[in-house]
């Protein structure tokens, strides 16, 4: 089992969900006689900077009737990334096929194919929310499912391992929604490796946190790295700016209504950045 620390250990998975045996990969399944339900073009090993895509194809090769493809108004395909032996959620995303409800007949020969994509971010559960973090390298279980027809709820899964090759660190500002007088916000590194390893600021002020107003900028704040944010602990996401400003500061005197926030953390190997939305009435 992969053990980390910093991760949203309380994700909780959705209410139909029941997480397969691990350790087996299920990559074919015969929905009826003669169609084929098939997860392809998944690798066992992928690296921190890859973007994890598959296919998940629905074959007719049958001599006998066509099949009739249907799904009402709950989106055709899931997708589920979990932490292997483990019920923590990482990344759960419906696919739509470019409308809710999805009707085809496959006849013989047939195919029909839906693509699968997985950048490495993950979910926070806990804020129902996306965020810029990615996953940590370690081995996971992705399933995905085809909905509608009973007979297409055949789970099919994979076992994948993310390497510590890469790029090791990713960003996300964390925005606190529930105060209505104040901004807050954390903008948070996270270490994606077991070890661990230092930053490399490019100058004393490498953080920057910049307030926009649709296409214009508000202000820009620069911040001094924390000397104890100089080296992350590994498998960990460290806060390296905790901002608050209340909501009278006069450097905030232009920002009314809805507004951006976006975090930079400029770096010798390259730039991390994160952003937020954030309302004040």
Known sequence: MLAVAGCHRDSLAPPWLILLSPN?????????????LSLVGLKDTYTLDDTITASLVLRNYSDSSPFILWTGNSPPNRVLVSLLDSPDIIYYYPSVIEFAEFRDTLRRG????????????????RESRWTDLKAYSGTYQLETR??????????????ITISERGYPFSGDLRVDYSSTD?????????NRKSGALPLDP???????????????????????????AFKLQGFADTVILPFRAAKGDSRFAKLKGAFDMRAIL?????????????YLP
């Open 202 to 228: 490019v100058d004393t002020t490498p953080i920057s946190l910049a307030f926009l107003a649709g296409k214009d900028t508000i202000v820009v704040l620069k911040y001094q790295l924390a000397s104890s």
């Open 266 to 278: 400029r770096l010798n190997s390259r730039l991390i950045s994160a952003s937020g939305f954030r």
């Open 182 to 190: 104040s901004v807050k916000a954390d903008f948070i590194i996270r």
């Open 110 to 125: 047939d195919s029909l194919s839906i693509r699968i994509i997985w950048d490495g971010h993950t979910w926070d559960a």
């Open 146 to 159: 085809l909905g509608g027809n009973m007979l297409l709820n055949h789970p099919l899964t994979k076992i």
């Open 24 to 36: 087996v990969d299920t990559l074919n399944a015969q929905i009826t006689p003669g169609v084929t």
